[in-house]
């Protein structure tokens, strides 16, 4: 069966790091391109990067350029988010997306604060 299996999210103080990471199964991982989002309480879902099938290309938002950086290990399965600098306004639940496939990772709270 199709999963996308997130970890490494949990509480953080402001100007910390923290990375996550997005196992997957169920498809062919080395060629689907893949997105993180991010969705705070109140707020719009909000794309935070995306990467190319195979590593090449890399998209950031504006509000996490220069302080995130997206990369992936194929014959792993797995797709990362290392944060740093993190800021308050970084809180929310993170979400792992298999670009054209409808696959949704679970999501994982990312909470940033003294």
């Known amino acids: 069966q199709v999963q996308l299996v997130e970890s490494g999210g949990g509480s953080v103080q402001p100007g910390g790091s923290l990375r996550l990471s997005c196992a997957c199964s169920g498809f062919i991982f080395s060629s689907v391109a893949m997105r993180w989002y991010r969705q705070a309480p109140g707020k719009e879902r909000e794309l935070v990067a995306s990467i190319s099938n195979g590593g090449g290309s890399t998209y950031y938002g504006n509000s996490v350029k220069g302080r995130f950086a997206v990369s992936r290990d194929n014959p792993k399965n797995t797709v990362y988010l290392q944060m740093n600098s993190l800021k308050p306004e970084d809180t929310a639940v993170y979400y792992c997306?298999?670009?054209?496939?409808?696959?949704w990772g679970q999501g994982t709270q990312v909470t940033v604060s003294s």
């Open positions: 997306y298999a670009m054209g496939t409808g696959y």
